[in-house]
């Protein structure tokens, strides 16, 4: 988008935000508040500008509907106003409002109730009681591995140097519940074997987080590292990567995608064996026994909106 575009484009999202008056003056303050305990977070000065602006959308659709208190914001409402918001027509272009711009606004306004509900109690990111979901048609339904399943990938690994890196990976990806690219990025110093954890540095949360090993992951994870990772490394070879090649190279994203495909090869359950597919089953099965807080500080999730889909599939695979 060049220079003068930009400026026009701006200079009709000004407009438009223009036309969105607020008359409530309770509104009116609670989204000046908001925007200055953005601002006092050291949040970015696009989030400081971008999230307002879609809150003031919702306080406006609220007068619209002759909703007068923010006390009378529930779950009903909610699903109505974003329901609205889906069939909404564009106000600078056809069509309506895409996935993308959806989740945007999500976050708005889940961030600004737990706001006004922390005027009245301590409450954390994704705690405020409601839940919005944005479901995009393209996207296939998450599905996990029953116990009995994962059993079956980790029996696939047979007993060479191959089979038992393979299993190590699986132990980190499923018993540990790491994302691909935490796995990827993983070096060995990082395995604490002393303390029985992992440390997870280069997260996608930004967010360093300690996972605990079980002592059957812990098991599999010293196979490795002492009958496995050195025989594939040359002697003079100074690499600090957890996971390495059978040439002791570093590995890279297509060698694991590969090691995943020979696995659900070898399985054959019908459902391709990928990495999030394991923390997707581990999640779940650890909300079997585990609050949902646990879970996602196990996940290393910033905010409890990413892991309340395994209450969902919790619900669903185990009733």
């Known amino acids: 988008?060049?220079?003068e575009k930009l400026k026009q484009y701006i200079k009709r999202k000004i407009k438009n935000m223009k036309k969105l008056e607020l008359h409530n003056i309770q509104f009116t303050e609670a989204l000046e508040q908001f925007k200055i305990r953005l601002q006092t977070q050291g949040t970015s000065e696009g989030q400081v500008y971008n999230k307002p602006n879609s809150v003031k959308e919702f306080l406006y659709y609220l007068e619209q509907n002759e909703i007068t208190s923010l006390a009378k914001i529930n779950q009903k409402l909610i699903n109505q106003y974003f329901e609205y918001l889906k069939n909404r027509p564009l106000q600078t272009k056809?069509?309506?409002?895409?996935?993308?711009?959806l989740k945007k606004h999500r976050e708005a306004v889940l961030r600004f109730i737990e706001f006004i509900k922390s005027q009245y109690h301590e409450i954390g990111h994704g705690q405020s009681g409601i839940q919005i979901r944005i479901n995009n048609s393209d996207t296939k339904p998450i599905t996990i591995l029953l116990e009995s399943e994962i059993e079956q990938v980790f029996n696939a690994c047979d007993t060479s140097l191959l089979g038992i890196r393979d299993k190590a990976i699986l132990s980190l990806l499923y018993g540990?519940?790491?994302r691909r690219k935490e796995l990827l990025k993983l070096e060995v110093h990082e395995i604490d074997l002393n303390k029985g954890r992992v440390h997870i540095d280069k997260s996608k949360t930004k967010y360093a987080r300690d996972?605990?090993?079980?002592?059957?992951?812990?098991q599999n994870i010293e196979e490795y590292l002492f009958n496995v990772r050195n025989m594939m490394l040359d002697n003079s070879s100074e690499l600090t990567d957890f996971l390495i090649t059978e040439r002791g190279t570093k590995m890279s994203d297509s060698n694991l995608a590969k090691i995943m495909e020979k696995l659900s090869q070898k399985t054959n359950l019908g459902k391709p064996i990928t990495c999030h597919l394991l923390r997707h089953s581990i999640a779940t099965h650890l909300h079997r026994n585990m609050s949902i807080e646990d879970v996602a500080k196990f996940l290393g999730h910033k905010n409890l909106d990413s892991t309340m889909i395994y209450t969902h599939l919790k619900n669903e695979y185990y009733g």
């Open 1 to 3: 988008m060049n220079i």
């Open 94 to 101: 056809d069509g309506t409002m895409s996935i993308g711009y």
């Open 176 to 178: 540990c519940g790491l």
């Open 211 to 218: 996972v605990p090993m079980s002592k059957a992951v812990q």
